[in-house]
């Protein structure tokens, strides 16, 4: 399973790269820091799965890339992150495509056990 990674935090980056490429048969083909970058890349890779922040460098959003990215490319799951993970949020990412939503403060290992049974073919 080839996942893409988007995250304008270098340390949090790093941190979700190292567990996300330590998951068994899953392996990370791209990362981005600005939703530019990353809908540039997500559509040149076309990747399994991406999990994609919220918050993004500049004036973008996670959002911005789920509504340029799904239409082209509705077969790639995006799992969202945030710190602001209030229902308004995780509805809009739902409404836009998302297969789940988690808070990025206190959800990383719920992000790990739902990406490691996706790349283990349970979901």
Do not use: G, K, Q, Y
């Given at each position: 399973m080839e996942i893409f990674l988007v995250e304008d935090s270098v340390p949090v980056r790093a941190r979700l790269a190292a567990m996300l490429d330590a998951i068994p048969g899953?392996?990370?083909i791209g990362e981005?820091?600005?939703a530019d970058t990353a809908i540039r890349d997500?559509?040149?890779t076309r990747p399994d799965v991406v999990v994609?922040?919220?918050g993004l460098a500049g004036s973008t959003s996670g959002f911005d890339v789920l509504r340029a990215?799904?239409?082209q490319a509705p077969e790639?799951?995006?799992y969202m992150l945030?710190?602001?993970a209030a229902d308004p949020y995780r509805q809009?990412?739902?409404r836009l495509g998302a297969c789940q939503f988690f808070d990025k403060s206190c959800e990383f290992d719920v992000v790990r056990a739902v990406i490691t049974q996706r790349a283990a073919g349970k979901q």
């Open positions: 899953a392996r990370l981005a820091a600005d997500i559509l040149a994609l922040d919220l990215v799904r239409p790639i799951d995006f945030s710190n602001f809009l990412a739902e």
